[in-house]
């Protein structure tokens, strides 16, 4: 069954470095989101992805964050100076052309020291 | 806006017992609902979802929903646990708004099943 798959599964980086999430969405995917759930809270929606621009974004995507899909396969978030409060997991996710029903990944674990 | 609250954030069970963990939402249009459960260490997966349809949803291991559109209510259950259902339960909600959806989630309730 096909799933979506993201890299790297658990990363551990310094205060104020770039961190890149990758994501792989299922191939006919057409709309695509990025998720984040700090340690024992809940799963808090931040961005979602359609036709190659932002779709619509929450409070938690400030500046400091961005998304891309560089080719027809990969969709990448970006947090370009991580603070202590980015560690979280995140989960990247993607829907079909129906767009009723979302499936994540497995998540990306960011642990910022 | 939608909403989901899960009324209870932890659920102590013993094993073989019956089971049911409460989700409410609201919401000013027509949405979808979901179950997803995340087992320790591991992401989101699909447990259950109403569409639409019969009110009264299934899941392969045994868990079932019942949408209850009087009440706003999802609540999910099992007639008999498992050890190995031990994880995170998430209520989810979705409102179509014309092109592309997305979920809003509840707090999470954890389901601890006691031998």
């Known amino acids: 069954e096909p799933e979506v798959t993201q890299t790297p599964s658990h990363q551990v980086t310094q205060m104020g470095q770039e961190v890149i999430l990758r994501c792989v969405p299922i191939?006919?995917?057409?709309?695509f989101y990025w998720y984040r759930q700090i340690l024992g809270q809940k799963v808090e929606f931040l961005v979602s992805?359609?036709?190659?621009?932002?779709?619509?974004k929450s409070e938690i995507f400030d500046d400091q964050f961005s998304v891309e899909r560089p080719d027809g396969s990969n969709f990448t978030l970006k947090i370009r100076s991580t603070k202590l409060e980015d560690s979280a997991m995140y989960f990247c996710a993607s829907t079909p052309p129906s767009g009723n029903t979302i499936y994540f990944g497995e998540g990306s674990w960011l642990t910022v020291v | 806006a939608q909403s989901v609250t899960q009324l209870d954030s932890q659920v102590p069970v013993f094993e073989e017992a019956p089971v049911e963990l409460r989700c409410n939402y609201s919401?000013?249009?027509?949405?979808?609902l979901f179950w997803y459960v995340q087992y320790p260490n591991q992401g989101l997966q699909l447990l259950l979802k109403y569409l639409s349809g019969s009110t009264l949803v299934e899941s392969i291991n045994g868990f079932e929903a019942e949408f209850n559109k009087s009440q706003t209510s999802f609540h999910l259950r099992k007639p008999s646990v498992h050890i190995s259902d031990t994880a995170e339960y998430f209520c989810?909600?979705?409102?179509?708004?014309?092109?592309?959806?997305?979920?809003?989630f509840g707090a999470g309730t954890r389901l601890a099943v006691h031998p």
């Open positions: 992805f359609y036709n190659n621009e932002i779709s619509e």
């Open positions: 919401s000013s249009v027509s949405v979808y």
């Open positions: 989810a909600v979705m409102a179509f708004s014309g092109g592309y959806n997305k979920l809003i």
């Open positions: 191939s006919n995917h057409l709309y």
